[in-house]
């Protein structure tokens, strides 16, 4: 049974370019949550989804990031201009309401910006 | 003040060693409990999940006092392989949102 993926694993880019992150949950599972993780922050929520829709956003640094979850098999983060702050590991999770709120973790994107 | 709070370490210490990881949290409302392991540039991963009365799994127990809001987990016999970060994780703000601590550094010695 395959786990959260994600792609790409790395990612390095160049200020002011555009970034995409992507990501497929485990089969079955209706809640979808991106986090990045820094030395200095730690893990930190980003937005949720639930059933593909938003639930919570408040974590989003700013305007410039963007995440979609068009259907239940993908999800999509966005950084539009990127900047070197944004270099961090990027995690995305899901869930099920049947697991109890355990939240199962993709590999993550390793991404540096230049 | 963070939501969750874990002395970052390291700890370091012997093959075979007892060592216990402490950690609080500031939601009274939380109602679930886990402890997540992350090895070095990898995922994070459920080690444990916490309840009131404590639980066991082979070398590991994990304690929760609620009138305290404290966590801990207790490894026995620690092992090579038990190095690793270890995350304390409380349910909340809402819905099934997980608020992480910073983790604690492991590391066993031979």
């Known amino acids: 049974d395959a786990g959260v993926i994600q792609s790409p694993r790395h990612e390095v880019t160049e200020m002011g370019q555009e970034v995409t992150l992507r990501c497929k949950p485990i089969?079955?599972?209706?809640?979808l949550f991106w986090y990045r993780q820094t030395m200095m922050r730690g893990l930190e929520l980003l937005i949720y989804?639930?059933?593909?829709?938003?639930?919570?956003d408040s974590g989003m640094p700013e305007d410039r990031f963007s995440a979609k979850m068009p259907n239940a098999s993908f999800s999509t983060l966005k950084i539009q201009p990127s900047e070197p702050r944004d270099s961090a590991v990027y995690f995305c999770?899901?869930?099920?309401?049947?697991?109890?709120?355990?939240?199962?973790f993709g590999p993550g994107t390793r991404l540096l910006v230049l | 003040r963070k939501e969750v709070e874990q002395d970052p370490g390291p700890f370091n210490v012997p093959e075979g060693a007892t060592v216990a990881f402490n950690c609080t949290y500031s939601?009274?409302?939380?109602?679930?409990f886990f402890w997540y392991r992350q090895d070095c540039r990898k995922e994070p991963k459920l080690l444990m999940s916490?309840?009131?009365s404590g639980n066991e799994d082979g070398r590991f127990t994990a304690q929760l006092n609620r009138a305290s809001q404290y966590i801990s987990l207790l490894i026995r016999d620690s092992k090579l392989s038990d190095s690793a970060t270890y995350l304390c994780?409380?349910?909340?703000?809402?819905?099934?949102?997980?608020?992480f601590g910073g983790g604690t550094r492991l590391m066993v010695k031979p």
């Open positions: 999770a899901s869930s099920s309401q049947n697991t109890q709120e355990t939240q199962y």
């Open positions: 089969s079955g599972h209706d809640y």
């Open positions: 989804f639930n059933n593909n829709v938003p639930i919570d």
């Open positions: 939601n009274s409302a939380s109602q679930s």
């Open positions: 916490v309840y009131s």
């Open positions: 994780v409380v349910n909340g703000p809402a819905g099934n949102m997980l608020t």
